[in-house]
């Protein structure tokens, strides 16, 4: 068998699975969705959403990018936004970044990248926005997690500058959190992104509603 023959076989089991448990389970999710989540997060192959988070096909609305940006003209990642928030009513949203993360170490090398040249300079922009601290940091690897938490935190508060998120919390209190996975241990780590404090600091220039 090769590997896209694997992926079939795995498919059908996984329906016999699901479907020896509750034999409406397709007619179910083909019902539409409500997810309390929007999560933002890295392509990375390892870093997979529904499985570190233990949640159910439905429950999480999902968009993964290179190093989990949140950029404002990136039409892609503004339109699942805005369709999360303002259509399907989401009311937290996650940035989960990852140690580990190869965009974010590309960010930190001196190399033409072409193509993801101007992706990545929205990273090194959280590094000279932060440049202080993490020029501080004398150890390497210290200062690529630190960068990591740092983007996450960045991405946050390029979410609490659009209209939809600025909106919503008015509206119904939607939350923005930063959360780091750890790959070394699997572990989630919350970031405590002080939501209410970005809020008012972002709303002296960016306030849209
Ligand atoms: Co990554």
């Not at 997690?145 to 609490?160: A, G, P, S």
């Not at 939809?164 to 241990?185: N, S, Y």
Request: aromatic share 8%.
């Amino acid at each position: 068998m090769d590997k896209i023959e694997k992926i079939f076989a795995n498919n059908k089991a996984w329906v016999a699975e699901k479907l020896s448990v509750n034999p409406n389970y397709f007619e179910n999710l083909g019902k539409g969705q409500s997810p309390e989540f929007l999560y933002i997060g890295c392509s990375d192959s390892r870093v997979t959403a529904e499985d570190l988070m233990g949640v159910q096909p439905g429950e999480v609305f999902i968009h993964r990018n290179i190093a989990n940006m949140v950029i404002s003209i990136d039409l892609n990642v503004m339109s699942v936004l805005n369709y999360a928030v303002r259509h399907l009513k989401v009311n937290h949203i996650i940035v989960c970044g990852h140690y580990a993360c190869g965009g974010v170490k590309a960010a930190m090398q001196s190399a033409d990248m072409g193509i993801l040249n101007p992706w990545l300079r929205n990273i090194r922009d959280v590094y000279r926005l932060h440049k202080e601290e993490l020029n501080a940091i004398t150890d390497e690897e210290k200062k690529y997690d630190r960068l990591i938490e740092l983007n996450v935190q960045e991405q946050c508060v390029n979410l609490i500058k659009t209209a939809a998120v600025q909106q919503a919390h008015k509206e119904r209190g939607l939350m923005v959190h930063g959360w780091v996975f750890d790959i070394h241990t699997g572990r989630l780590i919350d970031l405590k992104i002080d939501f209410p404090k970005i809020l008012h600091e972002i709303m002296e220039i960016y306030k849209l509603d």
